[in-house]
């Protein structure tokens, strides 16, 4: 798998564009480049950070889009980042929100990215799961991501999710002043993000080694909910997906986080209790190869996508972690028909 993050954090503008530059912009961006490069779901060949002097025109910045989009496969996470100013005119013909770029001139909407062109690209990549992160005012009129570039995966049916998460779920004006309740380097990011960046630096109390959608937008709320400084909470908008789907991975250290539930006994068992998205010890499955290739088989055969995107789930981990071919042919030779079918 080759998963792909672009970061886009346009902080300067011209003097007489009428936009304000806020430092807190660009040291989000930097943060996000810092703390997803150190995580091992991502690392360093994942993540692109787009530097200043490809943040100054509407065409470098979905150029760089575009790129990243097109380079990530199935199987592959597809993450977008942007923070930054939004801007949405009242007498444009609909709620079309637009991006700021260093270039943008605030009465000039041609000078501002349309977000219609960044859904699109993301639309049409062939990632299994699209995620769009953005940190900006207006982000809570953003709609879903589903839409055209539907692709088929190896079970029959389309096997990717979208995920959206903004800023805002209500007001339309996204804080960029920093929260003093961070501590240092997040401390001077934007209010969402820093927060946000906290989570996946000191991660959750969770069982989990990963932190799912789920997991991430609560986190993410119940933080800045608690916390001293009042925020506006964020708002996340799934399709096609579900919120167990993995993103970042959880650094708390395990002796912290809360005990791990009891894992189910049989293949059935571990199918009921995924399928009702109860709290289950995934890598205790994957200690026994043939019962998670077993597993795999019959989430596959379930009648709904749910199962089925299950099942990636639990191949995307089993490819992973059966580094040993001896255990990996365990597993396949259970899971592999119905993957393949």
Not at 190 to 205: K, N
Not at 272 to 301: F, I, K, W
Request: hydrophobic share 35%; with cysteine; charged share 25%.
């Amino acid at each position: 798998m080759a998963s792909r993050a672009l970061v886009i954090g346009p902080a300067d503008y011209a003097p007489d564009s009428g936009i304000a530059s806020h430092p807190e912009i660009g040291q989000s961006a930097r943060m996000y480049g810092q703390v997803l490069e150190s995580d091992p779901r991502w690392g360093t060949d994942a993540v692109e950070v787009l530097p200043a002097e490809q943040l100054g025109s509407v065409n470098d910045v979905m150029g760089a889009v575009q790129r990243t989009a097109d380079q990530a496969e199935p199987g592959d996470t597809l993450l977008v980042v942007y923070v930054g100013h939004g801007a949405c005119w009242s007498d444009m013909p609909d709620d079309q929100v637009h991006l700021a770029v260093g270039s943008s001139r605030l009465l000039q909407p041609h000078t501002w990215l349309s977000s219609w062109y960044v859904y699109r690209a993301i639309r049409r990549s062939r990632a299994s799961l699209k995620v769009l992160i953005a940190d900006c005012c207006y982000s809570n009129l953003l709609p879903q991501l589903s839409g055209e570039g539907t692709k088929r995966g190896p079970l029959g049916v389309g096997a990717e999710g979208t995920c959206v998460l903004t800023a805002t779920k209500n007001n339309p004006r996204a804080d960029a002043k920093g929260c003093p309740r961070l501590p240092d380097g997040l401390d001077t990011c934007t209010p969402f993000s820093g927060h946000l960046l906290d989570v996946l630096t000191r991660g959750t109390r969770h069982h989990d080694d990963e932190l799912t959608l789920g997991l991430l937008r609560d986190a993410v709320q119940a933080r800045m909910h608690g916390c001293d400084t009042p925020h506006d909470l964020p708002n996340m908008i799934l399709n096609g997906g579900r919120e167990g789907m993995p993103l970042f991975t959880n650094r708390m250290a395990r002796p912290d986080r809360e005990r791990t539930p009891s894992a189910p006994a049989s293949a059935e068992e571990w199918v009921e209790t995924m399928m009702r998205e109860s709290p289950y010890p995934l890598d205790r499955l994957l200690d026994d190869p043939a019962n998670a290739g077993r597993v795999v088989t019959l989430l596959a055969q379930q009648a709904n996508d749910a199962g089925r995107r299950l099942a990636l789930r639990v191949n995307e981990r089993a490819n992973r972690y059966f580094e040993r071919p001896e255990l990996f042919a365990q597993y396949w030779a259970e899971a592999g028909q119905a993957l393949l079918a």
